[in-house]
């Protein structure tokens, strides 16, 4: 019994291009905002998998 088929793509130049420029969007803002998690908990030291839903914010000097 076959639960599942596999199918083979085979695109053109143009249609190769445009799947690698999506690939690379998608790879460069994966990386942006895992920075970004990464930066949150060095700034507040809490769990990486949630963001504290009360922030200190720091003294604002006059």
């Known amino acids: ?7 083979k793509i085979k695109p053109n130049k143009q249609q190769q291009e ?9 790879r460069y803002q994966y990386n942006y ?5 990464f930066d949150c908990y060095e700034q507040n030291r ?3 998998d949630r963001c ?7 003294k604002v000097e006059r």
């Open 1 to 7: 019994m076959r639960i599942s088929y596999q199918y």
């Open 18 to 26: 445009i799947i690698d420029n999506t690939l690379d969007m998608l």
């Open 33 to 37: 905002l895992l920075g970004q998690r």
């Open 46 to 48: 809490c769990a990486i």
């Open 52 to 58: 504290p839903l009360i922030r200190h914010l720091p």
